[in-house]
């Protein structure tokens, strides 16, 4: 069996969200205090779950205003939709004799249970009870459950955010401990250990001087009690040899170093790693070992914590090769790069969590996985994303303390493909973008997978249609690099061009001692002049659109190093405050 979904209702930020599950891994991502931790909270309640346990603090009801008691908040409710490993049927026997599952509409069996918190008045706390529900949604068992009825076959586990080794591997029913309790070792060998033990122990005590006088010292307690003769002795050796195992701990050498440590006195990073190495053991022993058929559930908050980029690549590896399923927090694109399963974004919006799903494996996705820790994406097709971070300098927008990703589609064309991944249509985050307007099969392309209804007639309806999308761009069939230009001129210095590129005439010339594809792209730069005949202006465009670091310098000129906004053109500048003000909740995604 797995977790196919789990609905959250008024649990801390979130009012009504529910998520789906992948059968593998499922990462979370969003900014702080979306409801990341939210979510692998409320799977431990009601995985963890027995009738009279403490899983919510008043602080975990969703308040509706600013002094919201307790006793008037919306019940909580955790609702987890279970499906078979493999659909559409459970295994026999597998929901043991006091379930039934229930058929949806494609005919695939399922168990819905839901855990609900609410203040109890005559108990003068909080009353959590775990029920069954049935497919009109009414409640299966009044009474309850007595706990989370499948405990051997979904077996938990969680990680934190502060994964510290020497707690991890020796608190009682740690993974550590379950892998110890498993280990046998023969009569034999623990009788040679416990001899070799004592042996070292007598040595110890006899070699040391003081160690000497302390059991010289305590030999008259056994006649102060009234037990004359009793002798006592220090030892180092444990009691029962089989005790010896409980200090079995992992030490480390690292290669050149002269002597291992202890594991528990290496980094967080490390720490972190060889707790989720023993997990996987664990689970790995236990499936082997008894419990075939167990689907085991683990959640971890940022996996990749401590750890540097490439580790945090190797790490993501190691989790997704994790068996059951997994559920992690992350705030790493270097992590998420590395995902085959679920991404699923989560944004407060206005005190609301809302959850959004995509597939890890959408190549927009991996491709630009910074995007996705974005409160707005600012989306070019190509050059701009050079000289939007000068703008918006100028214009007092700090992109990253906003929360901005520029995003450089690399082509008009990939724009619609990159604007359904993040936008509306998949992780639901606001986008404006910022193109030409020359290309109409391009500008039509992204009205159609925007959904607009009916799709505009003239050029003019689908500039009108594009701005209705946060979509800016220029006259139609015109290049921003021409706008860009007639603004920049007045700023260009013309030893910024080589001797022979100072004048439109010199550069049309040129363009015949060209190789043939240097040509031809030199004639379309020709044609997208036209007739200007300003050399100022063609100069202007030239540096823009010819050099590698042009469109950064064009942007530096003209903002006198990003501290003046007057030559900025209109278009930038309205994309720019557009996004600034999504970003900042100001206005709503269109």
Request: charged content about 25%; overall charge negative.
């Amino acid at each position: 069996m797995r977790i196919e979904s789990l609905r959250i209702k008024h649990f801390r930020g979130v009012a009504d969200a529910t998520l789906g599950l992948d059968p593998g891994l499922t990462v979370l991502v969003g900014a702080n205090n979306a409801g990341k931790t939210t979510v692998l909270d409320a799977l431990k309640a009601v995985l963890t779950y027995r009738r009279g346990s403490t899983a919510f603090l008043d602080t975990d009801f969703r308040a509706e205003r600013s002094n919201a008691d307790v006793r008037d908040a919306k019940p909580i409710e955790l609702i987890l939709r279970i499906a078979p490993t493999e659909p559409p049927r459970f295994e026999p026997g597998e929901l043991g004799r006091a379930f039934t599952a229930s058929i949806d509409d494609e005919g695939h069996e399922y168990v819905c249970l839901a855990l609900k918190a609410v203040y109890s008045d005559e108990l003068r706390q909080i009353e959590t009870t775990l029920v069954r529900l049935e497919v009109d949604g009414e409640t299966g068992d009044p009474d309850g459950l007595g706990a989370f009825p499948w405990r051997d076959l979904m077996p938990f586990s969680a990680f934190g955010a502060d994964r510290d080794l020497q707690r991890g591997m020796g608190a009682r029913w740690s993974d550590w401990r379950r892998i110890l309790s498993q280990v046998r070792p023969t009569p034999e060998v623990l009788e040679k250990v416990a001899s070799q033990f004592e042996q070292g122990s007598k040595l110890l005590v006899d070699k040391t001087e003081k160690l000497g006088k302390i059991a010289q010292a305590l030999r008259p307690v056994g006649e102060a009690l009234g037990m004359p003769g009793a002798d006592v002795k220090l030892s180092a050796t444990p009691q029962d040899p089989a005790e010896i195992l409980q200090n079995v701990m992992v030490r480390m050498k690292l290669s050149g170093a002269p002597r291992s440590f202890s594991a528990d006195r290496h980094g967080h990073g490390t720490q972190g790693a060889l707790l989720f190495g023993i997990y996987q053991l664990q689970i790995d022993w236990m499936l082997e070992g008894g419990q075939p058929g167990a689907s085991p559930v683990l959640t971890i908050e940022e996996p990749e914590a401590h750890l540097h980029p490439t580790a945090q690549r190797a790490m993501a590896a190691e989790i997704r090769s994790l068996r059951g399923q997994v559920v992690a927090s992350s705030h790493s694109p270097e992590f998420v790069d590395q995902v085959q399963g679920s991404v699923a974004l989560l944004r407060s919006v206005r005190g609301a969590t809302s959850i959004a799903v995509v597939e890890a494996q959408d190549r927009w996705i991996r491709d630009h996985s910074r995007a996705i820790f974005a409160r707005c994406i600012l989306l070019t097709e190509g050059f701009e994303s050079l000289m939007l971070p000068l703008f918006a300098r100028a214009l007092g927008i700090d992109l990253h303390k906003v929360g901005i990703e520029v995003v450089n589609a690399g082509g008009q064309d990939k724009m619609p493909n990159i604007w359904q991944a993040f936008g509306p249509q998949g992780l639901g985050l606001p986008v404006v973008c910022i193109a030409d307007a020359d290309d109409e099969e391009a500008l039509t392309r992204f009205l159609k997978v925007a959904r607009t209804s009916p799709l505009p007639a003239s050029q003019a309806e689908i500039i009108d249609a594009l701005r209705r999308h946060n979509y800016f761009t220029c006259e139609y069939g015109e290049y921003l690099e021409l706008e860009l230009a007639r603004c920049a001129a007045p700023s260009i210095d013309e030893t910024l061009l080589d001797e022979d590129e100072k004048t439109i005439e010199d550069w049309r010339g040129k363009r015949r001692e060209l190789p043939l594809k240097k040509r031809w792209r030199t004639k379309l730069q020709l044609e997208k002049i036209g007739d200007l005949q300003d050399n100022t202006v063609a100069r202007a465009y030239l540096l823009a659109t010819e050099k590698a670091d042009g469109p950064y310098l064009v942007a530096r000129l003209m903002t006198q190093g990003g501290t003046d906004d007057s030559l900025i053109p209109a278009r930038f500048r309205a994309a720019l405050e557009r996004a600034r003000d999504l970003a900042r909740g100001d206005l709503n995604p269109r």
